[in-house]
């Protein structure tokens, strides 16, 4: 009797299983169809979180707002946005395959790059195989680009485009400046940058009497804080990430280093180096591809610079730095191109992309033939009073350089 | 001048390294544990500095006191009941063991204190002495007098009290310890807690130099093990001139061939020491 109704429910449940599961696959189809969702491999864990997290903060920012506003306008039909991040450690080729796996099995329809122009560069050959448009949000290397690939742009200009006004500024402003120093962490974004320092410098007529790298992870800078001192530079360039600088520039206190001019890549512009070094921190100089005193009307969804900056520190409390507002351009460049394009369809975007040509909140956006921006002024600035003040360009300008360090 | 500045810098480094491959060196010579915990101990001291000095206000000298026994406690629980259970398995099992429980550690601080750096910056800054254009920073001073002062107290703990020379016989031989009536677990409990809080007090004294963050564990860890392999197992003193020989041929490396090449050249350094050297500069058999 017992075996009878056990049989008879299962036979019954399993065509009800079957409409159960085809119903659900409806409805998840259904909702999928309303949503467009956007691959976004970052360094989570590990040495790069402290960025990854910023570039995070920039999306979130981008898609809720873009929800806020109901979605994305396609064809008179809004989707919702969905940003699925992967984690990738802090490890290329971890971040390939996460970029891999969340267009093949995640099924995004877009893909933000990993964070720098080392990942970017990796799992762009990725998105490119499977013909997906991809933007960089911290990418600036040319070698990024220069691969001939058509489904990549990226929204950080060259980096000779930071170096090389800040040198004709120093050149013009500080003319004692003869020797300089450039230290660079081993690593391919500040590498290139200290490069590119390099040639610019030479170009200008400057004497680049200490050129050399330090290791990823090194903690104590004393012994070669002391080979620089020793050549006595009156401009001392140094590259790396923000824990980095912040490391040499304590340590260039410590030993009592000074020079006219001290300019630091890419760490001044986030507050935490003004935070961390206090007095330390004033008159270094620095560039970066934007900065919140920037006064743009743009036609994205944060409209001018001011409001995306009111509603940054509304979200998160603190002021935007150049990381989060690319991540946010990204996202509003995503939502530009979809809705002129009236479709998600990956081609039509891709060209949309290509050919966009708008003002935004982070400045005018126009991508060169290899796919990175070539329509910006990036900003060249000094910390003064416990504040990143920008230098140029003149549109911008909010002060004088300052020489000698605190 | 610049060479007077360079030796100066590596003999201050040095004794830092020194301070933290201490404790790694006593539980390695001691257990024949490597116990890479090590560098995750030193991170979450720094933590317990950088925690008191801005809620309590309270300097890091006096955060050593606190640290010292917190963190001897701390290893002791660790050793008594996790590490005890493998003790006599092959090295590799240990291995296998610490580097599990240090994922959860550094997973942890990752997850409580986030990947962001941190720095304690002591106000008012006590700045730098200076001497005929050679420069030291006043808290490298403090740091550097502090470590040497650690190394010695070891030093002494191991030859002049009863649980040191417990610890020594241990090391020396085992069996002949039991039959002298020492309870082994309990002196492998003690020497893990004194490693601990070795790494502790360590982590205390990178707080006032080098940032925080969970991240930075890996390095500590590197140094203390290339140190021990330099300076050789089993002695204190080996510690020390590990630690000096380490920051000489970086801090020299980096003045001649560049910064970057600085840890090419001490792990070089390091496989000529294991090809030609292996017992280190002044290993012993025994721990003292």
């Not at chain 1, 991809?134 to 600036?140: N, R």
């Not at chain 1, 150049?322 to 990956?346: M, N």
């Not at chain 2, 996790?82 to 959860?104: E, Q, S, Y």
């Amino acid at each position: 009797m017992l075996h009878a109704w056990v049989a008879r429910c299962v036979r019954l449940s399993i065509p009800l299983g079957i409409a159960a599961l085809a119903s659900g696959i409806q409805i998840s189809a259904a909702s999928a169809d309303d949503v467009i969702k956007i691959g976004a491999p970052l360094p989570i864990t590990g040495p790069l979180a402290p960025e990854a997290i910023k570039q995070q903060q920039g999306y979130n920012l981008w898609a809720e707002q873009a929800n806020k506003a109901g979605g994305i306008s396609v064809g008179g039909k809004k989707y919702k946005v969905e940003i699925v991040y992967t984690d990738y450690q802090s490890n290329t080729p971890r971040a390939v395959q996460a970029t891999e796996q969340l267009i093949t099995q995640n099924n995004v329809n877009f893909v933000f790059s990993p964070f720098g122009s080392g990942a970017a560069k990796a799992a762009s050959t990725v998105s490119e195989k499977h013909k997906v448009p991809t933007l960089a949000a911290t990418a600036s290397s040319s070698q990024v680009y220069d691969q001939g690939y058509k489904y990549l742009f990226g929204t950080f200009t060259p980096n000779d485009t930071l170096t090389t006004p800040l040198t004709e500024m120093i050149k013009a402003k500080v003319p004692e400046v003869k020797k300089v120093a450039i230290l660079a962490r081993n690593d391919l974004f500040p590498l290139a940058i200290a490069q590119e320092m390099e040639k610019s410098a030479k170009a200008n007529g400057l004497e680049v009497v200490y050129f050399e790298k330090y290791a990823i992870g090194t903690l104590d800078h004393s012994a070669t804080l002391s080979s620089i001192k020793a050549q006595s530079p009156q401009w001392i360039f140094v590259t790396g990430y923000t824990n980095d600088l912040l490391l040499v520039r304590k340590q260039m206190i410590d030993q009592q280093m000074k020079a006219p001019v001290v300019s630091m890549i890419a760490g001044p512009a986030y507050q935490e180096f003004i935070d961390a070094l206090g007095k330390g921190a004033e008159n270094v100089s620095s560039a970066a591809w934007w900065h919140p005193a920037a006064r743009y009307d743009g036609k994205d969804i944060f409209g001018s610079t001011a409001n995306f900056v009111k509603l940054f520190k509304d979200k998160y409390n603190a002021e935007p730095d150049y990381a989060h507002a690319s991540a946010a351009l990204c996202g509003a460049l995503f939502q530009i191109a979809i809705e002129k394009a009236g479709s998600i369809d990956r081609d039509k975007v891709r060209d949309e992309l290509a050919k966009m040509d708008v003002v935004t909140f982070f400045g005018p956006v126009k991508f060169g033939a290899n796919g990175q921006i070539n329509s910006l002024d990036p900003p060249v600035f000094q910390i003064q009073g416990g504040k990143p003040v920008v230098l140029f360009p003149q549109a911008i300008k909010q002060g004088d350089l300052k020489i000698g360090l605190e | 001048m610049q060479a007077v500045q360079i030796l100066i810098n590596a003999l201050v480094l040095g004794s830092l390294y020194a301070c933290i491959a201490i404790g790694f060196s006593l539980v390695w010579g001691v257990l024949n544990v490597i116990n890479l915990i090590h560098g995750s101990f030193i991170v979450l001291g720094a933590y317990l500095a950088f925690g008191l000095y801005q809620s309590l206000h309270l300097s890091p000298w006096y955060a050593i006191v606190v640290a010292a026994p917190v963190f001897f406690v701390f290893g002791y629980i660790v050793q008594r009941l996790i590490l005890n259970r493998v003790i006599t398995a092959p090295v590799l099992v240990t291995l296998t063991l610490t580097f599990g429980l240090d994922l959860i550690l550094n997973n942890a601080m990752i997850y409580v204190f986030t990947a962001d750096y941190r720095r304690l910056t002591l106000i008012p800054p006590l700045g730098s002495v200076s001497f005929e254009g050679v420069v030291v920073p006043v808290d490298r001073l403090i740091a550097t007098a502090t470590a040497l002062a650690l190394t010695g107290l070891l030093y002494l703990l191991l030859r002049r009290s009863r649980v040191g020379r417990a610890i020594v016989a241990v090391r020396l031989d085992r069996d002949a310890a039991v039959l002298m009536g020492v309870h082994v677990p309990s002196i492998y409990a003690v020497a893990f807690g004194l490693g601990a809080a070795l790494a502790g007090c360590a982590g205390v004294l990178m707080a006032l130099i080098f940032p925080i963050s969970p991240l930075t564990s890996s390095a500590y860890l590197g140094k203390a093990f290339v140190v021990c392999v330099l300076g050789g197992l089993g002695s204190v003193s080996g510690a020390l001139a590990g630690g000096m020989l380490l920051a000489l041929v970086e801090s020299v490396g980096s003045a001649f061939f560049g910064p970057a090449h600085a840890t090419t050249l001490s792990f070089l350094l390091l496989i000529i020491f294991l090809i030609l050297r292996p017992q280190g500069l002044v290993g012993r058999k025994g721990f003292e």
